[in-house]
Nanobody, 123 residues
Framework: HVQLVESGGGSALAGGSVRLSCAASGYTFNTYSWFRQAPGQEREGVAC????????FYADSVKGRFTISQDNAKNTVYLQMNSLKPEDTAMYYCAADLWRDFHVGLREADFGYWGQGTQVTVS
């Protein structure tokens, strides 16, 4: 049974930090991305990592503030979010799939497996 489980969401003050985790089970993926969706808005890609190459990619809106990282032993990917802004408030989703080693991207269609989401609220 393939599963992605996000955790670590919650509330934070503007300027604060939150770390999200995405634990995969039932399959070994090599490409993970974080997406987010605010109420009334379309889902947008935030950050991506290829765990074979370590290559990362970030949306301009989070570059320099968010860091995506991996722990291959735990089959877990993290999103460290610093210098949070109220506009970062959203439901955050982890997505994963299996791609060639240097593939990174934030196209939803590239990911066949999704977690249930975790809410981040910044005030």
């Amino acid at each position: 049974h393939v599963q992605l489980v996000e955790s670590g969401g919650g509330s934070a003050l503007a300027g604060g930090s939150v770390r999200l985790s995405c634990a995969a089970s039932g399959y070994t993926f090599n490409t993970y991305s974080w997406f987010r969706q605010a109420p009334g808005q379309e889902r947008e890609g935030v950050a991506c990592i290829n765990t074979n190459s370590g290559r990362t990619f970030y949306a301009d809106s989070v570059k320099g503030r968010f860091t995506i990282s991996q722990d291959n032993a735990k089959n877990t990917v993290y999103l460290q979010m610093n210098s949070l802004k109220p506009e970062d408030t959203a439901m955050y989703y982890c997505a994963a799939d299996l791609w060639r080693d240097f593939h990174v991207g934030l196209r939803e269609a590239d990911f066949g497996y999704w977690g249930q989401g975790t809410q981040v609220t910044v005030s």
